[in-house]
């Protein structure tokens, strides 16, 4: 989480109804491949969902319990292994954080947008893997999942506030932007 955003806005977190929703929708795809939604993994879930945000992993041990106990980091990184690799959670490598997948709509592959003014995360439909996955595949590797993190401004941080002092930045790593 930043907090040094000066552009005053936020996404609204999931209310407690969207949490449960979600948790029910992640549980149910796990069952339906044989996998279960343990104590620890749907804690783990929960917060990254309620949180709506990327979140670190030393924040999720200490979010663990509500109550002053400490979790065992062992257990909170083994429910974060095996989230990841049902494809509901995703490690965003560029923050060092995990962030909670639409367990309705589970994707090979993912592109996250990453603001570095607000660090606002938003998901959105990735481009096509289908090269990369035939490449991997002619190398004999077969790809499980795939997360792409771009970085740059969301719309909100985008906009100007008392001076164009972003004029002429390209933002988006598109490629250099002609000079005015
Ligand atoms: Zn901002
Ligand atoms: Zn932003």
Do not use: T, W, Y
């Given at each position: 989480m930043r907090s040094a955003c000066p552009h005053g806005h936020g996404i609204p977190p999931a209310t407690p109804a969207q949490v449960e929703q979600a948790l029910e929708a992640a549980a149910a795809r796990l069952a339906a491949g044989g996998g279960r939604l343990t104590p620890p993994r749907r804690r783990i879930l929960e917060l990254l969902l309620a949180a709506g945000a990327p979140v670190g992993a030393y924040d999720l041990v200490a979010r663990?319990?509500?109550?002053s106990r400490v979790a065992k980091p062992a257990t909170v990184y083994r429910a974060l292994h095996f989230l990841e690799t049902c494809g509901l959670v995703h490690r965003l490598s560029t923050l060092k954080a995990y962030v909670a997948c639409d367990p309705d709509q589970p994707a090979a592959a993912t592109t996250f947008l990453l603001?570095?003014?607000?660090?606002a995360c938003r998901p959105i439909?990735?481009?096509?893997a289908g090269p990369l996955q035939a490449a991997a595949a002619a190398a004999g590797y077969v790809i499980e999942r795939i997360t792409f993190e771009a970085q740059g401004r969301c719309a909100a941080c985008r906009r100007p506030r008392a001076?164009?002092?972003?004029?002429?930045?390209?933002?988006?790593?598109a490629g250099p932007v002609a000079a005015p």
């Open positions: 663990f319990h509500s109550s603001c570095d003014c607000c660090g439909p990735s481009a096509d001076g164009p002092s972003q004029v002429g930045l390209s933002a988006d790593g």
